[in-house]
């Protein structure tokens, strides 16, 4: 019988796989070769030719017959053993999925040891063990909201082995035990009340938060400065409900100052994400106000003082390109070309070349150094259509500033022929048509009467989808 060629790629075995690192495939590998976790050789067999040919797992490449043949080389191939192997192999990688979160968290490892000592009544064991832990976080107290749920649960295990040691004399530990799950469910409860008031606010659907209330008075009532992470999201709750009173952000802001050496990344990253969002919002509502500006600046260095806004090393063009801009609005050029220069590595490397020349080419452009923006911009391939897009739009100005007229006209029908390639722009193709309109208008209005600009003005507010229109009615006005 002749089978078709069947991929292995579509299945949930290599969906899995392809989520793992190089460092995992290793692991993965001595972890299924163990006869603890798998007594099956096809099964480690399997799983050694997958990830020997890892490389071909987003190709379609992997065939199961070319696998059988490897694992059975004059065996007929049977696609019902196939797949019950390839379910093994899927059991046995969902084992060591739970392995990996277990023992990847020094934290949990070292408590589901004190609960075996507990367990099975080692109370040496279990002392020295705890004191090992209580010296380990005195050394590494990064939080997080998991961290709060450790502490508890450590507290937990020492209540229920001074219970079990039935000692009158030793004191149980119930107020500590008390503290510390307060202090769990007030982190947790505060942020999944931020995330939600928040979300509220964007979409204006109703959420019910119950004891929310109730929470606000008790924080009112009592000082939790000693726990900086309920501090804090108590403030951000508090600036989400109460927007106008800009005390909330200061001491969010404070907070973060003064303990950011404390919150793991991934914490400390959601926690500059709420002081942005509060201080853009606020930014806008009063027009740019350099005050606020100031602030996000201020919020910037201090997320980069951290790295908490990298993730694995790399930033995103996004937020690079943002901190950009707020460097070039204050004025901050030397800062500017420093940052643009430093985390220019930090850039993935599909967007690495593009997105450092376009950010240095605006900051040229801000400077008025119109020659460096032409030779950094031209001598860029772009791969995203919208960078590009960018790109030209701040060459087409760097033209006008020049008042390299010719050059200029050529360029606006080179980009007009762009745009109309450009099929899958849709609506976005009007905004930049519209912009090469304006500046050709503009060409001419250079030796137009001055009603014909104030006409040519009015016109150009009207223009909602115009790209660029500040800048637009700022020539207009030099004219």
Not at 99 to 111: F, I, S, V
Not at 204 to 215: A, C, F, N, S, V
Not at 336 to 345: A, P
Request: hydrophobic share 40%; net charge positive.
């Amino acid at each position: 019988m002749v089978f078709k060629l069947i991929a292995l790629n579509n299945s949930k075995l290599i969906g899995l796989l392809k989520k793992l690192d190089k460092n995992q495939y290793k692991a993965l590998k001595s972890f299924v070769e163990s006869p603890f976790h798998n007594e099956q050789k096809a099964v480690t067999d399997l799983c050694a030719y997958i990830l020997n040919n890892a490389h071909k797992m987003d190709s379609g490449r992997l065939i199961k017959q070319v696998a059988w043949k490897h694992l059975f080389a004059k065996k007929p191939y049977n696609d019902v053993r196939m797949r019950r192997i390839m379910s093994d192999l899927f059991k046995v990688c969902r084992d060591y999925i739970s392995w990996y979160q277990m023992t990847k968290n020094a934290k949990d490892k070292a408590l589901y040891e004190l609960q075996f000592y507990r367990e099975n009544q080692l109370d040496k064991h279990f002392d020295n063990h705890l004191k090992n832990i209580r010296k380990q976080k005195s050394k590494n107290q990064e939080q997080n909201l998991h961290y709060f749920y450790n502490e508890f649960q450590i507290e937990q295990e020492v209540s229920f082995n001074l219970d079990q040691r039935h000692n009158r004399n030793i004191e149980p530990n119930l107020q500590i035990l008390s503290d510390k799950l307060d202090a769990f469910y007030l982190c947790n409860k505060l942020k999944c009340c931020c995330l939600i008031v928040n979300y509220q606010n964007l979409s204006k659907r109703d959420y019910t938060l119950p004891l929310i209330e109730e929470i606000l008075e008790h924080l009112k009532n009592h000082d939790y400065n000693a726990v900086p992470m309920i501090a804090f999201y108590h403030n951000v709750l508090l600036s989400l409900l109460d927007f106008d009173n800009y005390d909330h952000f200061e001491k969010m802001k404070k907070i973060l100052l003064q303990n950011a050496v404390l919150f793991e990344s991934d914490e400390l990253k959601d926690m500059f994400i709420f002081s942005r969002n509060y201080i853009i919002k606020k930014a806008n509502q009063n027009k740019g106000d350099v005050k606020y500006l100031n602030e996000l600046f201020d919020l910037y260095k201090m997320e980069m003082d951290s790295e908490s806004f990298l993730e694995k090393n790399i930033i995103s063009p996004f937020t690079y390109k943002n901190i950009v801009t707020l460097g070039i609005r204050l004025e901050q050029f030397d800062w500017t070309e420093q940052f643009i220069e430093q985390y220019q590595n930090h850039l993935s490397i599909e967007f690495k070349e593009s997105v450092y020349a376009f950010n240095l080419s605006r900051l040229y452009f801000s400077q008025r150094a119109f020659e460096k923006v032409i030779q950094s911009l031209l001598q860029v391939e772009y791969h995203e259509l919208f960078l590009e897009l960018d790109a030209k739009v701040l060459l087409l100005k760097t033209y006008y500033e020049l008042d390299e007229t010719e050059t200029l006209i050529s360029f606006l029908d080179s980009f007009k022929i762009f745009l109309r390639r450009k099929q899958s722009l849709n609506y976005h193709q009007k905004s930049y048509l519209a912009l090469i309109k304006a500046v050709k208008q503009l060409v001419k209005l250079k030796v137009a009467s001055k009603e014909k600009r104030e006409e040519f003005k009015t016109e150009i507010t009207k223009i909602n989808e115009l790209v660029d229109q500040s800048w637009v009615l700022e020539k207009v006005g030099e004219l």
